[in-house]
């Protein structure tokens, strides 16, 4: 059974920086693409940023320049790290695993997902 583990969140000041976790189990973590979404209170969930199993990444282009998703296969755990943070930025932030080699920016693509972090910027 897979399973997604966030942490990390909190409180920061704009301009401030953060790192987000995800640790994962249950599953070969090689064999997925993963992702990270966010969602505002009254606000669609949207994604943030997801990354390949080969490693290739991509954005949403309101985070591009200031998000970084990473991966490290050893230690089976997903990584967000958040620089120049808005208060637009503030949401809950979950991750996302699909079984497949390519993973995109929609959500209905991926089958498992965390309980989230949250993440608060105030200005």
């Known amino acids: 059974q897979v399973q997604l583990v966030e942490s990390g969140g909190g409180s920061v000041q704009a301009g401030g920086s953060l790192r987000l976790s995800c640790a994962t189990s249950g599953y070969t973590y090689s064999e997925y693409c993963m992702g990270w979404f966010r969602q505002a209170p009254g606000k669609d969930r949207e994604g943030v940023a997801s990354?390949?199993?080969?490693?290739?990444?991509n954005y949403a282009v309101s985070v591009k320049g200031r998000f970084t998703i990473s991966k490290d296969n050893a230690e089976n755990t997903l990584y967000l790290q958040m620089y120049s943070l808005k208060p637009e930025d503030t949401a809950m932030y979950y991750c996302?695993?699909?079984?497949?080699?390519?993973?995109?920016?929609?959500?209905?693509?991926?089958?498992?997902w965390g309980q989230g972090t949250q993440v608060t910027v105030s200005s």
């Open positions: 996302a695993a699909k079984k497949g080699v390519v993973c995109w920016l929609h959500d209905y693509e991926y089958n498992s």
């Open positions: 990354i390949d199993t080969d490693g290739t990444t």
